[in-house]
C-alpha cells in the first residue's frame, strides 16, 4: 500500500510526533494552514469516516485532539477538529484523519 500516512506512521517517513498512544499518532502538518495544525490519524488504515467501525478508535483520536490542544497550548483559547470525508469532503489522503487547528482566531476560512 502507498498510503502516505501508514508510511509516516510505520516511520518510514519522517515526521513531527505531536502525540502517540497505542491506536493513534499524531503529528505537525507540513502545509499548516493556522499557527497549531495537527494531523491525528489511526494506526491501522481506515480510508474515511464512513469505514469506522471501531469506537476505541474514534474515542482514541478525540483524546488525542483534546491533548493535542494541551500540548500544543491552544486548549484554553480554543481550537477547531475538521474531519474531511470522501473526495466530495475533500479529503486528499485516503486515511481517515482529523485536523486540530488553533493559535489564532478562526473565521470560516483557513488559508
Same mark, same amino acid.
Given at each position: ?10 516511520? #518510514? ?6 502525540? #502517540?498512544?497505542e491506536l493513534v ?20 488504515? @481506515? ?6 467501525? %471501531?469506537? %476505541? ?6 483524546? !488525542? !485532539?483534546? #491533548? ?5 497550548? @491552544?486548549? #484554553? ?5 475538521? @474531519?474531511?470525508? &470522501? ?9 481517515l484523519h482529523l485536523? @486540530?487547528?488553533? &493559535? ?8
Open positions: 500500500m502507498d498510503c502516505i500516512f501508514c508510511r509516516i506512521v510505520s516511520g #518510514e517517513v519522517p515526521s513531527t510526533k505531536v502525540y #502517540e498512544d499518532y499524531a503529528f505537525e502538518d507540513i502545509q499548516p494552514l493556522a499557527p497549531v495544525h495537527v494531523i491525528v490519524v489511526p494506526k491501522r488504515h @481506515v480510508a474515511t469516516l464512513n469505514e469506522l467501525d %471501531d469506537s %476505541d478508535v474514534w474515542f482514541s483520536m478525540l483524546k !488525542a !485532539a483534546k #491533548e493535542t490542544a494541551k500540548i500544543k497550548g @491552544v486548549a #484554553e483559547t480554543g481550537y477547531r477538529i475538521a @474531519v474531511n470525508c &470522501g473526495r466530495d469532503g475533500t479529503q486528499i489522503v485516503m486515511h485536523h @486540530v487547528l488553533g &493559535g489564532r482566531l478562526l473565521d470560516g476560512k483557513l488559508g
